[in-house]
T-cell receptor
């Protein structure tokens, strides 16, 4: 199977910056997605990277290095509502229609006052 | 904003019974997916559907499972002869195109007794 690794838990302070890392096997890589999931709710799309570099979207940024099999999600100006699990999901292969995602176990972020 | 809708939100079924989980993908999306998430575990891919046929399926998606697009709007997952270990949250997702972000519904919590 495709191993996607991310830390299990992180804690950060309101107003601070936090970086959540994700590593994956590089063979067949064809895109990486970050999702936010509040407890008991559906994953919500945050960002998408397929080329190397940084994608910025408001308080959230995501970085990708394909050669290193590495991505991170950067959250700035943390708010209490950012407490959630952050899921790294990777698409492997280029077959049309085969867009299934492989998810990591998620990083549970707790934002404290 | 258009969204994926799933019904029912919670389904309780006796072991051995059949269940049908329903999804209405976003209207202009062409790719449809089912995922499941056992409590406390990661999101797992089940099946992807494109152009009125299954394009990929995981090892989990055995003969017990089937999918159907009975009309132009609905996408269903049928689980025959349910087992205790089928208890999970089942998420439907859809995407507009190849390698586009997948948008998830709120899920159906399936409880097998």
């Amino acid at each position: 199977g495709q191993n996607i690794d991310q830390p299990t838990e992180m804690t950060a302070t309101e107003g601070a910056i936090v970086q959540i890392n994700c590593t994956y096997q590089t063979s067949g890589f064809n895109g990486l997605f970050w999702y936010q999931q509040h407890a008991g709710e559906a994953p919500t799309f945050l960002s998408y990277n397929v080329l190397d570099g940084l994608e910025e979207k408001g308080r959230f940024s995501s970085f990708l290095s394909r050669s290193k099999g590495y991505s991170y999600l950067l959250l700035k100006e943390l708010q209490m509502k950012d407490s959630a699990s952050y899921l790294c999901a990777v698409r492997f292969g280029a077959q049309t229609g085969a867009n299934n995602l492989f998810f990591g176990t998620g990083t549970r972020l707790t934002v404290i006052p | 904003e258009p969204e994926v809708t799933q019904t029912p939100s919670h389904q309780v079924t006796q072991m051995g019974q059949e269940v049908i989980l329903r999804c209405v993908p976003i209207s202009n999306h062409l790719y449809f997916y089912w995922y499941r998430q056992i409590l406390g575990q990661k999101v797992e891919f089940l099946v992807s559907f494109y152009n009125n046929e299954i394009s990929e399926k995981s090892e989990i998606f055995d003969d017990q499972f089937s999918v159907e697009r009975p009309d132009g709007s609905n996408f269903t997952l049928k689980i025959r002869s349910t087992k205790l270990e089928d208890s999970a949250m089942y998420f439907c997702a859809s995407s507009e195109g190849d390698n586009q972000p997948q948008h998830f519904g709120d899920g159906t919590r399936l409880s097998i007794l």
